[in-house]
């Protein structure tokens, strides 16, 4: 998915936009990724905003919109997703791998014996 874009809908009034928007920032993080999600952002609280949510059929808030590099959308998640899920989107728009999953250190794996 190289040189695909996002775009990320949000409103004053969303309840779940706030988490969505930190979860996703968390995820550009955990991943290394340069993410400024203020300025992937599109807020609905303007006609401007609301006028580009509609031609992008944005049905639920938060939306996050996974563009082509012509603006074709690839891609739609809506809804406050989990720091896994943003995660997973992220790595197939920037190429970059998952983190291995690492367990906490008192967790006992057994051995074949």
Avoid: Q
């Amino acid at each position: 998915m190289k040189d695909n874009k996002l775009r990320f809908f949000t409103a004053s009034w969303c309840g779940a936009c706030p988490l969505a928007k930190k979860r996703l920032a968390a995820a550009a993080t955990k991943l290394g990724v340069e993410l400024d999600v203020d300025a992937i952002s599109t807020s609905l609280d303007t006609k401007e905003g609301t006028t580009v949510a509609n031609s992008y059929k944005i049905r639920a808030l938060p939306a996050l919109v996974v563009l082509t590099s012509k603006g074709k959308v690839v891609d739609i998640k809506h809804g406050a997703l989990s720091t896994k899920t943003y995660m997973e989107v992220l790595s197939e728009v920037f190429n970059v791998p998952l983190p291995e999953e690492t367990l906490p250190e008192d967790v006992i794996i057994p051995t074949g014996t």
